[in-house]
């Protein structure tokens, strides 16, 4: 586990050899069983006399049904404990194999999530290899993060995921957990209504949180309310600039690839190395950096672009300028 785990892209990328490296390095033993009525039911079957010893382990339906000669429909407790069977290693014939009370640890069925979910290696064999992603708290690192890697390691050899965002909390202003006993926060409904729901997506995009860090979110909420005025409302303000006067002049702009003026040959390459910069940066899971190249083109576009070619758009002549412009934008 410690030499797959060199494999994968950890964000931030510290937990690789920090929290969860330092963890698989003194890995404790997984009591993987609980003793439980709700659960997945282990699939072992143990002798009632230990004067006759047996345990039969069941890797499918078809050998249950092979072996207790009934139709099985559901796996689960309490029909799975009525299979009962004489131990066929008791001469005497009195001893029966009854399956053992406990149930699986629930991280041992979340453990098995990125090939369970395709019914791996049942099927699907020709494509899939490991989860390519994957997101949870950074304390998973000894819960969940943990699951998936034993048993991918025991059963593939190979790391569960390639890709892992660690993310952080969201706190109160003071530091302090979101809890209805403290009611320090905001009912999220009510923030959408007021802000809208893109606005708290940006801010935790481009905050810490997207990288173990934490989110301190004011029950006013102020900070989202702040992204829906410098984020949110500057894109909206440049569409909503180009449809007003393109609706008035009827002018319906196209892709062009040739620009006579230097400062649409400019805009037109901020717009493409912002796409693909923003590209480059998701492909590397890193939201930040997304997010803050998004922001500084519609800085440059808004309070650049847009402010110094106005009069382009207000003269009343709609000559090749004033159609480049309507294209750039």
């Not at 006993?181 to 209504?193: C, G, I, K, S, W």
């Not at 717009?271 to 923003?278: D, G, L, T």
């Amino acid at each position: 586990m410690v030499e797959l785990n060199k494999r994968v892209n950890w964000i931030p990328n510290h937990i690789r050899d920090g929290q969860f490296g330092k963890w698989l390095e003194g890995a404790h033993d997984w009591s993987i069983s609980r003793n439980r009525f709700w659960g997945t039911p282990i699939p072992v079957w143990k002798s009632d006399d230990s004067r006759y010893p047996r345990v039969d382990v069941y890797a499918s339906i078809e050998e249950l049904e092979r072996d207790f000669n009934v139709k099985i429909d559901d796996l689960h407790r309490p029909f799975i404990d009525t299979l009962t069977r004489p131990n066929p290693d008791d001469p005497t014939g009195k001893s029966v194999m009854r399956r053992v009370p406990d149930v699986f640890d629930c991280w041992f069925e979340s453990g098995s999530m990125p090939f369970a979910q395709v019914h791996y290696p049942f099927e699907n064999k020709e494509w899939f290899e490991s989860a390519d992603f994957i997101t949870e708290y950074i304390a998973q690192t000894r819960g969940w993060f943990y699951t998936l890697f034993v048993l991918s390691t025991a059963l593939f050899d190979r790391e569960p995921f390639k890709n892992c965002i660690c993310h952080g909390v969201v706190l109160d202003a003071k530091g302090q957990k979101l809890s209805k006993r403290l009611n320090n926060y905001a009912d999220p409904m009510e923030v959408f209504d007021r802000y809208g729901s893109d606005a708290l997506r940006f801010l935790m995009l481009s905050g810490s949180i997207v990288c173990g860090g934490n989110l301190l979110l004011d029950k006013e909420g102020n900070s989202i309310r702040d992204v829906l005025k410098n984020v949110i409302k500057p894109i909206w303000n440049s569409y909503h600039f180009f449809t007003m006067y393109a609706n008035a002049d009827g002018i319906k702009a196209e892709v062009c690839k040739d620009y006579r003026s230097t400062i649409d040959r400019y805009m037109i390459s901020k717009c493409f190395e912002a796409v693909e910069s923003i590209q480059a940066s998701m492909n590397n899971y890193n939201s930040q950096e997304a997010c803050k190249i998004l922001m500084d083109f519609f800085e440059v576009l808004n309070n650049w672009y847009i402010r110094r070619s106005r009069e382009r758009f207000w003269k009343s002549d709609l000559d090749q300028d004033k159609t480049d412009a309507y294209n750039v934008l």
